[in-house]
């Protein structure tokens, strides 16, 4: 499994809360200490959200590459969505997670174990909301995994958010943060062992769930309809939402178990809506493109 993560990164790269930390980089921000009761705080201002399209997986045997034990999925193929999102808030642009790379965009990439497919670039999908790249002020990655960096390079002016390990795990050859990393891009922000207040009055929260990767993230969007949970990998189905499985190769078993309580505990003192980012079923959940949940 460990085997099959490598291969997911190196081919899809190819193109109480406590304080954030920072690297020392010029083009940092600092976090601010946020407040213990961030994420049951009303929400404020506008913000929305939006669903967008940023590719889909085909997989011939689910239990094989998504489970740390026999049994748990159907036997057989299956498939999974890979979902990025826009949040606007009170005339800020964020996008969580970027997807496929858009050099497979229009046709499909066979993994190894699974085949990538991508339609149509997050730019594309921009460009009907007569938004353009230049736009987003943040990019939010949920962990360092290719189907959810793809395309962060292309808001190269963007403050990037990320979990600290993630991010420093993530460079070297495919390095999907090139623009950061040679402080040619936008702000940065590092993440580890905190949630963060990513607009600076309690909208929209990332909240550290290490496990699945060392600095792992999943977001709290609070919106006037209610506030949405999106997963990240926290799990990558509803079935292993059900049933507490995991794939073989996340960093840590123990911290995964600990953190998908915590994802509970959260989801349940909101009432927030969770989103499985990964899951078919839940693409529903929200309105469809170009619409959007607020």
Request: glycine share 10%; hydrophobic share 35%.
């Amino acid at each position: 499994m460990r085997r099959s993560l490598q291969l997911l990164s190196a081919a899809l790269l190819m193109s109480g809360c406590r304080a954030a930390e920072t690297a020392n980089n010029s083009n940092n921000v600092e976090v601010k200490v946020v407040d213990a009761n961030l994420l049951t705080t009303p929400a404020v201002g506008q913000t929305s959200l939006t669903r967008l399209d940023c590719g889909r997986g085909e997989f011939p045997d689910m239990n094989g590459f998504f489970s740390d034990r026999p049994g748990v999925y159907p036997p057989g193929p299956g498939k999974v969505v890979d979902s990025c999102y826009l949040i606007q808030h009170d005339g800020k642009q964020m996008i969580w997670d970027t997807g496929f790379p858009s050099a497979i965009k229009g046709g499909s990439k066979n993994m190894g174990e699974f085949t990538a497919f991508l339609d149509k670039s997050i730019a594309e999908q921009l460009a009907q909301l007569n938004l353009k790249p230049t736009d987003i002020d943040i990019v939010g990655i949920s962990h360092m995994h290719g189907d959810h960096t793809g395309q962060a390079a292309e808001f190269p002016q963007a403050r990037l958010l990320i979990g600290k390990a993630d991010y420093e795990q993530s460079a070297g050859k495919d390095d999907p943060f090139g623009p950061w990393r040679t402080h040619k891009g936008g702000e940065l922000t590092l993440v580890s062992g905190a949630e963060t207040d990513v607009f600076g009055d309690g909208s929209v929260v990332a909240i550290h769930l290490p496990g699945h990767t060392p600095d792992h993230l999943a977001l709290l969007v609070k919106l006037k309809s209610g506030p949405v949970l999106l997963s990240g990998d926290m799990y990558h189905s509803t079935i292993a939402r059900e049933k507490k499985a995991m794939p073989g190769f996340n960093t840590s078993k123990e911290q995964t178990l600990q953190s998908m309580d915590r994802f509970e505990k959260i989801a349940a003192e909101t009432k927030a809506k969770v989103v499985i980012q990964h899951e078919p079923n839940d693409v529903a959940k929200l309105p469809a493109f170009p619409k959007a949940a607020e």
